[in-house]
Nanobody, 129 residues
């Protein structure tokens, strides 16, 4: 049984760093790209970052480039998102999922794999100004 558990969110002030974690069990991640998605109240889901498990390739949404860093621990089957210099507009529920990255203009569009059906509960990030 596949289980996805996100953690590490919280209430922080703008500029105060935090690190999100996503631990996956029951699924071998070596063959998948994994990424972070977020959804703010009243908004659609947005792809934040995506990384291939075995190549180190990464992509970022333009709004977080230079501030957020995605990484993974293969041995722990865990994905991380280091959020530096967060802004109030980063406030959202954050989820992890398998992902695709595609170029659109000068940036990346990050989308979940259509066959991914193991969404976790997410972890809430609230950034105050």
């Amino acid at each position: 049984q596949v289980q996805v558990v996100e953690s590490g969110g919280g209430l922080v002030q703008a500029g105060e760093s935090l690190r999100l974690s996503c631990t996956v069990s029951g699924l071998t991640l070596d063959n998948y790209a994994m990424g972070w998605f977020r959804q703010a109240p009243g908004e659609g889901r947005e792809g934040v970052s995506c990384t291939r498990w075995n190549s180190g390739f990464t992509s970022y949404h333009d709004s977080v480039k230079g501030r957020f860093t995605i990484s993974r621990d293969n041995a722990k089957n865990t994905l991380y998102l280091q959020m530096n210099s967060p802004k109030p507009e980063d406030t959202a529920m954050y989820y992890c999922a398998t992902c695709f990255s595609s170029v659109q203009g000068t940036g990346w569009v990050i989308t979940p794999r259509p066959d991914f059906r193991y969404w976790g509960q997410g972890t809430q990030v609230t950034v105050s100004s």
